[in-house]
């Protein structure tokens, strides 16, 4: 026996002293064995000295430039030294020389991936699957790649392939319950997360998944233990804390809701959307000023949140600071100008402040962004009702054309339009009313 084949034998039998003692030994006889500096780089690999390692390849590579396998080493060494472009450069080399080496493909796929080069990427990890078709990995990375990239259909083809080719495959479940739930096909969404949590049941993200779409399914008991599934698993996730605040306010438990926000708050006191939950929440709880501040620390972070403005707005009117709502709805419309109810409300409080023409420009901004809509139109009509009697009918006519059976109901009833009564078009409107009730 040689003392490279001894060498081979330590190796093998995980008898790395002496196994790296023989490889050196064979260089020092030998500086050009290709053989012997190869195995003593995979060996100095295995031991997480990835430095020496690097310098063994690049020495059999040396000797020896076209050998693939060499190069492929070489880029999962540089991989473990986080020397990304140099391990991609390493993969392509070995790809030159061996066109259908699947396992190089398939970690530049990876590289690619993660480098933001989806295209590419996405050439990579075709390449693999042609090459080696039961490649379950390749079908879940290409699967993944796919629905991130919006193409849903061909996403959704890789995972099933994955899945038909490794049933167990408990990532591959989680992500296509992602895509399914992303395509609103719930039911088959939260198959796929039971099946991800009976591969493995202490999956936080599964249990937190299962409890969102159990949200959307309006199994609301099922879903706050799915939450505090995930919760046991992981007491320190933010989202789920906040989720499940969300769940609990709606289901007026504002006390234990109140609680869960700020559970997540203490986790991540930097998210937008979190505290725009609690506010949202200390605001049913009948405190407004806790609630003033909850809304403002959610807009210091997400200044482009639009809701958080809206809902801010409504707040400074109910607590009688017209002027600043004003100022709140107009923050709510410079980030969003699409937000309809806004310019609904900015157009009432506008009407409140004798401010008719902008209040004017707001309904119609409104009506623009939903024509069918009735509400704009019935305000245009509380707005003309003292000055333009007329064209106060016609946005009543319009507004009742849209909702027949509040609109008539509430003009009878309603002081705004007091002017318009003796009018016998007034009338009729009512009359109309009366008839469709009879």
């Given at each position: ?74 880029g999962l060494c540089l991989g473990e030294l986080g020397r ?179 559970k997540a708050l203490a986790i ?171």
């Open positions: 026996m040689t003392l490279f084949e001894q060498g081979a034998l330590f190796h093998q039998q995980g008898a790395h002293q002496q196994a790296e003692e023989c490889y050196r030994k064979v260089l020092v006889q030998k500086p050009d064995h290709q053989n012997a500096w190869n195995n003593l780089g995979i060996l100095l690999g295995s031991l997480g000295r990835f430095d020496e390692a690097e310098t063994a390849y690049r020495k059999a590579l040396a000797i020896q430039p076209d050998d693939h396998q060499g190069w492929y080493n070489l990304e472009d140099e391990e991609a450069a390493a993969y392509r080399k070995a790809i030159e020389l061996e066109p259908n080496d699947d396992k190089a493909w398939y970690n530049l796929g990876l590289l690619l991936t993660a480098g933001d080069h989806a295209e590419e990427a996405l050439h990579a990890f075709r390449k693999v699957v042609a090459i080696q078709p039961d490649d379950h990995d390749a079908w879940y990375s290409l699967g993944r790649l796919l629905a991130n990239l919006e193409q849903v259909d061909e996403a959704e083809a890789a995972y099933r392939k994955a899945l038909e080719l490794h049933p167990d495959h408990d990532a591959a479940w989680f992500n296509f319950g992602s895509l399914l739930e992303d395509l609103d096909r719930l039911e088959e969404a939260e198959a796929a997360y039971r099946r991800t949590l009976q591969l493995t049941p202490e999956h936080n993200d599964a249990w937190r998944n299962l409890a969102n779409v159990l949200c959307d399914l309006e199994r609301d008991e099922e879903a706050e233990a799915a939450y505090r599934k995930a919760l046991e698993g992981n007491p320190d996730d933010g989202e789920t804390w906040n989720n499940l605040g969300i769940l609990l306010g709606f289901l007026g438990r504002a006390v234990d809701a109140e609680a869960a926000v700020r991540n006191p930097n998210q937008g959307e979190t505290w725009y939950n609690l506010a949202i929440v200390l605001d049913g709880l009948d405190r407004p000023a806790e609630a003033e501040a909850a809304y403002r620390k959610a807009v210091a972070i997400q200044p482009d949140n639009g809701a958080a403005w809206h809902n801010l707005g409504m707040l400074l009117e109910k607590t009688k600071r017209p002027k600043d709502a004003e100022a709140a709805y107009r923050k709510a419309l410079d980030g969003n100008p699409a937000q309809r109810g806004t310019w609904l409300r900015l157009g009432t409080l506008l009407a409140e402040r004798q401010q008719e023409q902008a209040a004017e420009a707001a309904f119609h901004k409104a009506i623009a962004l939903e024509p069918d809509e009735f509400s704009p139109y019935y305000n245009l009509s509380c707005l003309k009702a003292k000055t333009d009697g007329p064209a106060a009918l016609a946005w009543l006519r319009k507004a009742f054309a849209r909702n027949p059976l509040d609109v008539p109901k509430w003009a009878a009833n309603d002081p705004d339009l007091d002017p318009l009564r003796p009018l016998p078009e007034f009338q009729k409107i009512i009359n109309a009313f009366q008839s469709r009730k009879g």
